[in-house]
Structure formats: C-alpha cells, structure tokens
C-alpha cells in the first residue's frame, strides 16, 4: 500500500544477511493473480476464512475493500491447504519475530512444521497477486497512483530512485514500478515500510545495486497496475499463472489452475 511520508527517515536496522546454507540454492517462485473487478462480495465463499479473518472483513467500511480482503485471503488458503494436506478453513497463521524490533509481528507464515512453504499476498485496484516459494518471499501490486502521490511520496526514496522517477517525469507508471520491488523486498524481510524508505535501492538503472542476497522482479499483471516479487536467494523459475474468479467460490476446489487475465 503506498502511504504518504512527510518525515526525513532516520536510520534504521541493517538488512539481515541470507542464511548461508542456502543462500546460493536457487529458489522457484509460484505466482498467482486474480481479477477483483470479475467478482461481487456475493460471490464469495467466506466459509474458510477464520473468525479473526470474517472480524476484519466485517470492519471493513468500503466494499471495494471487503471485496479485494476476501478474494485474497480465500484464495490464499485455498492454494496453501493443498501444500499443508489439510482443508483450506484448518490453515492457521502466525507471526515471525520482526527483525526490527524482535516483537512478533513480523512475516506472516503458517503455524506448521519447518519446511512449510512461505507466502505473500498483496491486493490493489483490481487485482490480487500471491506468491508461495520455499523461502522467504514478498509480491506487492500497485494501481499507478496520482501524479500528486508521485511527488509526495518519492521524496522518501532512496536517491537514485528519485532520480530515475525524476528522468521519467514523475510518471506514474515509473513510480509504482520501483515502489512494487521496493516493498516486495520490505514484505519478504518482514519489516515492511517501518525500514526507512531510503536505505535500499530497487531502481532500475543497476540491478546489481540492488539489496545483496534477495532476487527481485517485475511481475507483468493487469494494465493500470505494476506488480513485483522478491525472493531470498538467487531466483529459480518463476512460474505464474492467473486464477479464474470461480476459484474464490463455493463450488471451487483447492486445486490451483492456470489462465489468463
């Protein structure tokens, strides 16, 4: 979510280093993605969701959000059930320890035994974007946002990503793209924007430059939207696929197929 920041950053924690053992095994990512705009809040089938989860949705004051939460977080446990051999409603969440601060309130991951996949859900204007790979991992999809946003918020970024919004003539589109890697990689640290904005470069000119030991990528995705995944490790395969609306919906099954938007 792109949130406005006024505020200088201060300096913050250090990156935490890629685990060693694995750090040069490549990693494959699974990617799904749903249309939102092909779905109403009647659609839905929220019988797997888990009380906190039907709490949170029913606070949700626009339906637009209500829509986009339930379509996520459906589908979320629907391609994790398979991978935990249990139903999708026995999925059951925890935090990992921040590694900011150390309070859990960190990554989400499935409370299972080690080895258990990770995951990334993020959702935006009219799509929702899933990642699962077998370590950690972060996907983020963004609506090209106001040119007014543009500018308000790059001003917070980490220099020479100014500098190529700047080159770009604070094109929306250029934004959101660097803004999409920028918070996959917060989102598969487990810290997300409480890391200042300007200690990390996710630009495009030098992908070299980009944070040491994370894989990241553009995702290609709905028109109107950037989307973007990071992965710890060097990447694998990428294999992404687009979900049909019908498999948020009671008569869907658990299995994950391919498609197109």
């Known amino acids: 979510m792109i ?6 950053p201060v300096p913050g924690p250090r990156a935490p280093a890629p685990d060693p053992d694995t750090a040069s095994a490549r990693v494959d990512v699974d990617l799904w993605q749903l249309r939102v705009d092909h779905l109403t809040e009647e ?3 929220p019988a797997d969701l888990d009380a906190e989860e039907r709490a949170r949705l029913a606070v949700l004051l626009r339906a637009a959000d209500r829509l986009r939460y339930g379509i ?4 979320l446990r629907r391609l994790l059930a398979p991978r935990l051999g249990v139903a999708p409603a026995a999925v059951a969440y925890r935090r990992e320890p921040c590694p900011g601060c150390g309070a859990l309130h960190g990554r989400p991951a499935v409370e299972a035994p080690p080895g258990s ?3 990334s859900l993020s959702h935006s204007g009219d799509v929702v974007l899933i990642g699962i790979a077998a370590r ?3 996907v983020d999809v963004e609506t090209f946002p106001e040119t007014a946003t543009v500018h308000d918020v790059a001003s917070a970024l980490h220099p020479r990503e100014r500098a190529e919004i700047a080159r770009a003539g604070h094109a929306p589109e250029a934004f959101a793209r660097v803004w999409c890697r920028k918070e996959a990689y917060l989102k598969g640290l487990g810290i997300g924007v409480a890391r200042p904005l300007d200690l990390d470069y996710l630009g495009e000119d ?4 980009r944070p040491e030991g994370w894989a990241v990528q553009d995702v290609p995705t709905a028109g109107g939207h950037a ?5 710890e490790g060097p990447l694998g395969i990428v294999r992404s696929s687009w979900l049909p609306s019908s498999f948020v919906t009671a008569s ?3 299995e994950a197929p391919g498609g197109r938007p």
């Open 227 to 231: 989307a973007a995944v990071a992965v």
């Open 3 to 8: 949130t406005d920041r006024h505020d200088e």
């Open 117 to 119: 996949p990770h995951f």
């Open 72 to 75: 996520g977080h459906i589908a």
């Open 206 to 209: 030098d992908p070299s430059a």
């Open 43 to 45: 659609d839905l089938d």
């Open 252 to 254: 869907a099954t658990v």
């Open 136 to 138: 950690p991992v972060g």
